[in-house]
C-alpha cells in the first residue's frame, strides 16, 4: 500500500516537473542572463553608432539604439520601428510619418521628431566622416549641409512632435536607407556631453551599463521601452570572441549562449547529436566571387570569363572546404532577394567546354593571371589556394599576390588588379546591389569590374522608373539572370551563417542582413541556463 | 641615489625622441590605410564620399612634415593623439589595456624566476650529474619552442582536452585564465635564466675568492650562501631586467593566441587596421618600458657589486 | 652537458633537416601545392598519409619536407645578411671611432631598444607578404648583436697595440681588418649566426601567425601552423607535426650554437663544466 502511494506522489511529481518543462519551453520567463558573442574582430569600435560602420559594433548598438526602420526577420521586409505609420505622396518622393509617442530615451526623456532631425544633421556633419551620411544623403538638402552650404537638411520638416515629414531626392525605398544602424536616433543632451562613446545612451530595449575594452559589453534591462513585457531578460552581455576555435570551447563549456560557427565547427556540431539540434542558419546576403578587371586583356572576353566557370569545381570547394557552410551562387542577387530566379541553373563543371571557350577566345594554351587576395579563410587565400590546380588544368596559371584587406580595398578601387577575390554585400536593396554593374557607376563606388552593357543599363533603369513591385522585380531578375550570362566574375558563393545556440535560449532570429544582428528584446533564456 | 637615477632616466629621452622619429617614418610608409582598413571583417560597406571625410577628418592627407610636427608636438606635450578607430584618446586606449600586459608580464616573469633561477642553481652545484644534464636540455628546448606553438599545445592539452583550464580571454582576470598565457610567455625567459644562473653560479663557484674562503676554512654552506650568491646575482639581475624589458614586445604573438587584452594585441590589431596613432602609442609604451627597466637594471648592478662602475 | 655531445646531436639534427630541404623533392611523396585534392581533405595520420592532410586535402609530410627549404632559406640567408651589416658596421666603427662611431652605436641602441619582432612586422606591412620581403625584414632588424661584437674586439685589439703595430708595418686599413681583426671574432660570429638561425625560424613562425609571413601557396611551417589553429579542436594533427618540425630543427641549430661555442669561443660565460 505504501509503494503505492509513493509511487502515486511520484507520478504526480514528474507530472508537474514535465508540465513545468513544458510551459518553460512556451511562455517567455522575465529574467535572465543573454550571453552573446562579437566574433568578427578583437575589440569594439565605438558605442556611439553613427561613428562606426563595422558589423561588430551593431551587436551592441541593436541592443541599446534603434533607427526608423527595423529588419522584419519573420515576414523578410522592412518594418517600422520608432514609428506607427507612413504615408507615401503620389510621386513618391515625401513621406509622412506618424512616430510612436511611447518611445523614451534611457534618461528618461521621451523621444520627439526633433530628435530624429537632430540625429540626421550631426550625421550630415561634413567635417567628420560618419558612415551613415551615405543614407541620410538621399533625403532632399542632406548634401548641402554635408557641403557646409546650409545648417539644417531642407527635407526633414516636423509637422508636430510625433509627425515628421521627410523629402527624398530619389524614388527610393526610405526604408533601405533608414534601418541601418549608423541612422540611429540620439539624445542631442548626452551627446553633447562629450562621453558619449564611453556611456552611450540610448532608445533600445537594453541600456548601456559598462564597458570593458577587448572583453566585453554589458547592457541591463530598460523597463520603459516601448515594446510592452519585453526585453525579457534582465542583463544582455556581448563577449568578444574573434576566435572560432575559442567560441566553440566556451559553448561546449557552457560559457556563452551563442556561437558564430566556422566552417571546421559547423561539420562538428552537425555530427553531434546534442549539439545539432541547436543550428539556426540562414542564407545571407553576401555574394562571394572573383571579380574580373575587363583592362587586363583576356579577361575582357566573355568567354574567358565563362571559361572560368565552367573549369572550377564549385561545388566540390563548397562540399569540402567550406564545409557546406555556403550555398552555390547562381547570379549576383542572393535567394532573399524578390529579384532571385530560381530556376537559374548554375555553371556546369566541364574543363573540356572551359579549353574549348578558351580555345575560341584565342588562348588555346591558356594564360598567366595574377589574384590578389587576403588571409581570409571563406573568401580569400583557401579558396585561391583550392583553385590553383583546378585551373592549371585547362592551362590557366594563377599566381596568387597576398595582401592585407585594407590593401586589397585600394587595389580595387583604383583598378590596380587583374583579378581579385572578396565577399560583396548584396541586398536588402537589389536595385541598388545591381547598380554596381550600371555603366555609369564608377569604379571607386563598386563596379569593380568595369562592366558596362546597353541592355543591362535599360533594364535597371526601367526599374528605377517602375513602380509596380512585381514588374519591377521583374525587371530586375533578368537584369540578375543577364549579369549570370555575362559573367564578369566567378560565382562562387552566398554566405551560409550558421549560429549555434543552447538549448535553453529562445526567440532567436534568422536575420539574413546579419545573424549576429539580433533583436534582443525578443530573445529570452529559461531556468537552464548557467548564468544569472 | 636619486639624483643619478633622475639622470640615467633622462638620459633614456634622446633615444626615444629617436625612436618615435624612426616609427613614424616607418609608419608612414605603410600601404592602404584606415579607411579602406574599414572593411576586413567582410561586412562593411563603405561609400567612397565618406571615405573622403574621414581621411580629411584625420589628416591623412596632410603632407608628411606637417604631420610629423603635429605628432612630435603633441607627444611632447603627453598628447598621443586621437584612434582612428574609437574616436577616443590614445592614451585612454592604452590604459585599458596596461594593466593586463603589466600583469600578464609580470606573471610571467615571476615564473621564470621561480622556476628558472633554482633550476639553475641546483644545475651548478652538481655539473655534469643526471639533475645537470635533464636541466639544461629541457633549458635548451624551452629556448627552441615557437611560443605560439607552445602556447597552441597548452590550450589543446589543458584547456580542451583535460578542461582543466580556460582557453583564452580575460575573464574576470584570475590566476585561471592567466595561468596558460603566463607559461606560454614564460618558458623562454625560464630556459635563459636557468642557463644564466647555471653559467654564473659556475663562475663564481671556481673563482679564487671562493676557493680563498674554503680553504680559511668556512662551512661549504656558508660559501654557497654568502659570496656564491651575491655575485652570481649580478648577471642573473642582468639577465632577468634584460628579458623583462623586452616582454612587453614579445608579450605580442601569446596575446593574439589568448585574446588577452593587453598592449601586445592592441598594436597588433591597431596595424592591420591602420590605426597609427594607436600605433605608435603602444610601441611608445613598449620601448619606453624597456628603457627604464634597462636604466633600473643598471642602477641595480651597482648597488648589488658597488665594486662594478660604468665606464 | 659536454660541448661534444651538444655539437654532434646539434650537427645531426641540422644535418637532417638540409639534407630534407636539398632532396625534397626525392623524399616527398606529392608535390606540396599541385597536389591538392579535395576529396583528401583533413585525413588523419595514417598508412597513405603518414602526417595526415590538411584542409585542402595537400599530404602534410610532403609540405613540410618541402617547407624545410623555405625555413632554412629564411634562417640562413637572413643570418648571413645580419652578420655581413653587424660586422661591416662594428668592425669600421671600432676601427675609425669619432663621429662614425657615434653614430653606429646610437643607430644599435635604437635598434636594440625597438622589439625586433614589432620592428620586422612593420617592413612586412610595408612591402607585403612574401619570401623576399621577410628576408629583408629579418635580415636588417637583428645584425645588432654582431655589431657590438665585432666593435669590442676592435677596440680590445687597439687597446693592445696591435693596430698599431700592424699600421706601422704598413698593412692597409682593409687588410688589417680582414687578417687581424675578422680571425679572432669569426668563433663568435658564428656562434651569434648559428643561435641567430633558430631565431628567425622562430620569427617567420610568429610573423607567419600574425597573418604577414610568407606568400602562398608555397608551404612554410611558420604558415602551416597559422593555417592549423582554426582546426585545433577538430584536426589536432594539423598543428602538431610543423610545430616538432620548427622545433627539432631550431633544437638542433641551438646545440649547434652552444656546441661551437665551447669549441671557438672559450671566453663566453655559458661555459659546461669546470
Known amino acids: ?532 | 641615489m636619486l639624483v643619478v637615477l633622475v639622470r640615467r632616466l633622462a638620459n633614456i629621452v634622446p633615444t626615444l625622441a629617436a625612436v618615435i622619429a624612426v616609427i613614424f617614418l616607418l609608419f608612414s610608409v605603410l600601404p592602404g590605410s584606415f579607411v579602406s582598413a574599414m572593411n576586413e571583417d567582410g561586412r562593411t560597406t563603405i561609400d567612397p564620399a565618406v571615405m573622403e571625410r574621414m581621411r580629411k577628418e584625420m589628416g591623412l592627407d596632410d603632407p608628411l612634415p606637417t604631420r610629423f610636427a603635429k605628432y612630435v608636438a603633441h607627444t611632447a606635450m603627453g598628447d598621443l593623439g586621437t584612434s582612428f578607430r574609437t574616436r577616443e584618446p590614445v592614451t585612454k586606449l592604452i590604459g585599458n589595456r596596461l594593466w593586463p600586459s603589466l600583469k600578464l608580464v609580470f606573471t610571467a616573469m615571476a615564473f621564470a624566476i621561480v622556476v628558472g633561477v633554482p633550476l639553475g642553481f641546483i644545475a651548478a652545484l652538481k655539473p655534469g650529474s643526471v639533475v645537470d644534464t635533464i636541466s639544461m636540455v629541457g633549458a635548451i628546448s624551452g629556448l627552441s619552442l615557437s611560443q605560439f606553438w607552445l602556447g597552441l599545445m597548452l590550450m589543446y592539452l589543458f584547456a580542451l582536452k583535460l578542461q582543466w583550464l580556460p582557453s583564452f580571454g580575460y575573464g574576470d582576470g584570475g590566476l585561471r585564465y592567466l595561468a596558460l598565457p603566463a607559461i606560454a610567455l614564460g618558458v623562454g625567459p625560464m630556459a635563459l635564466l636557468a642557463r644564466t644562473t647555471r653559467a654564473a653560479v659556475l663562475e663564481v663557484l671556481n673563482a679564487d675568492f671562493v676557493r680563498t674562503a674554503r680553504s680559511k676554512g668556512m662551512s661549504e654552506r656558508r660559501v654557497v650562501e654568502w659570496h656564491v650568491l651575491r655575485n652570481a646575482l649580478v648577471l642573473v639581475v642582468t639577465t632577468i631586467g634584460l628579458q623583462f624589458g623586452s616582454l612587453m614586445g614579445a608579450a605580442v604573438v601569446v596575446e593574439k593566441l589568448f585574446s588577452w587584452p593587453g598592449i601586445g594585441s592592441l598594436l597588433v590589431d591597431s596595424v592591420f587596421q591602420r590605426d597609427i596613432p594607436t600605433v605608435q602609442g603602444c610601441i611608445l609604451l613598449i620601448v619606453t618600458f624597456f628603457l627604464v627597466i634597462n636604466t633600473l637594471v643598471d642602477m641595480a648592478y651597482v648597488a648589488i657589486d658597488p665594486r662594478i662602475r660604468y665606464r | 652537458m659536454r660541448g661534444g655531445l651538444s655539437l654532434w646531436v646539434g650537427g645531426t639534427l641540422v644535418a637532417v633537416a638540409l639534407f630534407v630541404a636539398i632532396a625534397a623533392p626525392l623524399i616527398a611523396l606529392t608535390d606540396p601545392v599541385m597536389g591538392a585534392n579535395l576529396m583528401n581533405a583533413e585525413i588523419p595520420p595514417g598508412l597513405e598519409f603518414p602526417f595526415g592532410t590538411d584542409a585542402q586535402g595537400r599530404d602534410i609530410y610532403s609540405r613540410i619536407v618541402y617547407g624545410a627549404r623555405i625555413s632554412l632559406t629564411v634562417g640562413i640567408v637572413s643570418q648571413v645578411c645580419n652578420s655581413l651589416i653587424g660586422v661591416t658596421l662594428g668592425l669600421t666603427a671600432g676601427y675609425w671611432g669619432g663621429l662614425w662611431d657615434d653614430l653606429v652605436s646610437g643607430i644599435t641602441n635604437l635598434m636594440l631598444a625597438i622589439p625586433s619582432l614589432i620592428f620586422a612586422l612593420a617592413i612586412m606591412a610595408i612591402l607585403g607578404p612574401g619570401l623576399v620581403s621577410l628576408l629583408i625584414a629579418l635580415g636588417l632588424t637583428s645584425w645588432s648583436y654582431s655589431c657590438r661584437i665585432a666593435r669590442a674586439q676592435v677596440l680590445s685589439l687597439k687597446s693592445q697595440g696591435y693596430i698599431q703595430a700592424a699600421r706601422i708595418l704598413g698593412y692597409g686599413d682593409l687588410r688589417i681588418m680582414f687578417t687581424q681583426v675578422l680571425p679572432n671574432i669569426l668563433g663568435p660570429l658564428i656562434v651569434i649566426a648559428t643561435l641567430g638561425m633558430g631565431g628567425a625560424i622562430l620569427a617567420e613562425a610568429a610573423l607567419s601567425f600574425l597573418g604577414l609571413g610568407i606568400r602562398p601557396p608555397f608551404p612554410s611551417w611558420g604558415s602551416m601552423l597559422s593555417e592549423a589553429r582554426e582546426q585545433i579542436t577538430t584536426a589536432p594533427w594539423l598543428s602538431v607535426f610543423p610545430g616538432l618540425a620548427i622545433f627539432v630543427t631550431v633544437l638542433g641549430l641551438n646545440l649547434l650554437g652552444d656546441g661551437l661555442r665551447d669549441i671557438l669561443d672559450p671566453q663566453s660565460t655559458t661555459r659546461r663544466g669546470a
Not at chain 1, 269 to 285: I, N, Q
Open chain 1, 1 to 532: 500500500m505504501r509503494t503505492l502511494v509513493w509511487s502515486a506522489i511520484a507520478a504526480f511529481a514528474l507530472l508537474g516537473v514535465g508540465m513545468a518543462a513544458a510551459q518553460q519551453a512556451q511562455t517567455p520567463r522575465k529574467g535572465g542572463t543573454i550571453r552573446m558573442t562579437g566574433p568578427y574582430a578583437a575589440s569594439f569600435g565605438s558605442l556611439d553608432p553613427h561613428v562606426t560602420p563595422r558589423a561588430q559594433d551593431q551587436i551592441v548598438n541593436q541592443a541599446i539604439h534603434r533607427p526608423l526602420y527595423t529588419w522584419d526577420t519573420a515576414n523578410n521586409r522592412l518594418a517600422l520601428e520608432l514609428a506607427t505609420d507612413v504615408k507615401a505622396s503620389d510621386d513618391g518622393l515625401v513621406y509622412t510619418y506618424k512616430l510612436r509617442n511611447d518611445v523614451f530615451f534611457h534618461n528618461g526623456r521621451k523621444m520627439t521628431a526633433d530628435d530624429v532631425i537632430w540625429s540626421y544633421t550631426r550625421i550630415m556633419d561634413g567635417t567628420k566622416g560618419y558612415p551613415g551620411a551615405r543614407y541620410i544623403r538621399v533625403i532632399k538638402g542632406a548634401t548641402e549641409v554635408e557641403k557646409g552650404q546650409a545648417k539644417e537638411i531642407s527635407g526633414l520638416k516636423k509637422i508636430d512632435d510625433f509627425t515628421l515629414e521627410i523629402t527624398l531626392t530619389d524614388r527610393v525605398e526610405p526604408g533601405y536607407y533608414l534601418f541601418s544602424g549608423t541612422t540611429a536616433i540620439l539624445p542631442k543632451e548626452e551627446v553633447e556631453k562629450g562621453n558619449f562613446a564611453a556611456h552611450p545612451v540610448g532608445l533600445g530595449p537594453f541600456k548601456f551599463k559598462e564597458h570593458i575594452p577587448g572583453s566585453r559589453v554589458v547592457a541591463e534591462r530598460f523597463d520603459k521601452f516601448y515594446k510592452p513585457g519585453k526585453p525579457y531578460a534582465d542583463k544582455l552581455e556581448v563577449l568578444i570572441m574573434a576566435e572560432a576555435a575559442a567560441r566553440d570551447v566556451a559553448f561546449r563549456n557552457k560559457e556563452i549562449d551563442t556561437s558564430i560557427l566556422g566552417p571546421a565547427q559547423y561539420v562538428a556540431y552537425r555530427a553531434d547529436p546534442e549539439l545539432s539540434k541547436g543550428l539556426l542558419e540562414v542564407a545571407e546576403m553576401f555574394t562571394r566571387a572573383i571579380q574580373f578587371n575587363p583592362s587586363f586583356k583576356p579577361f575582357a572576353d566573355k568567354r574567358v570569363r565563362q571559361a572560368f566557370n565552367y573549369a572550377i569545381d564549385t561545388d566540390l570547394i563548397i562540399k569540402r572546404l567550406v564545409k557546406d557552410k555556403a550555398y552555390r551562387a547562381t547570379s549576383w542577387l542572393p535567394p532573399s532577394s524578390a529579384a532571385f530566379d530560381k530556376t537559374m541553373k548554375p555553371y556546369a563543371f566541364d574543363q573540356a567546354k572551359a579549353k574549348k571557350l578558351l580555345a575560341d577566345a584565342g588562348y588555346p594554351d591558356g594564360f598567366e593571371f595574377e589574384l590578389t587576395t587576403s588571409q581570409n579563410e571563406s573568401w580569400g587565400l583557401p579558396i585561391v589556394e583550392a583553385i590553383i590546380p583546378m585551373l592549371a588544368k585547362v592551362g590557366i596559371k594563377l599566381k596568387p599576390k597576398l595582401v592585407e584587406v585594407t590593401v586589397l580595398t585600394e587595389i580595387a578601387m583604383k583598378g590596380e588588379h587583374q583579378a581579385f577575390i572578396g565577399s560583396n554585400l548584396t541586398g536588402p536593396d537589389s536595385l541598388a546591389t545591381l547598380r554596381c554593374y550600371y555603366s555609369k557607376t564608377p569604379r571607386t563606388a563598386c563596379n569593380y569590374t568595369s562592366f558596362s552593357n546597353p541592355q543591362f543599363d535599360k533594364l535597371l533603369d526601367g526599374a528605377a522608373q517602375e513602380s509596380d513591385a512585381a514588374k519591377r522585380n521583374d525587371l530586375l531578375r533578368q537584369a540578375n539572370n543577364l549579369l549570370y550570362e555575362e559573367a564578369p566574375v566567378w560565382f562562387f558563393n552566398y554566405n551560409k551563417a550558421v549560429l549555434a545556440y543552447q538549448p535553453w535560449i529562445h526567440g532567436l532570429q534568422a536575420n539574413p542582413t546579419e545573424i549576429t544582428h539580433q533583436y534582443p528584446e525578443d530573445v529570452w533564456v529559461d531556468t537552464r541556463s548557467p548564468a544569472k
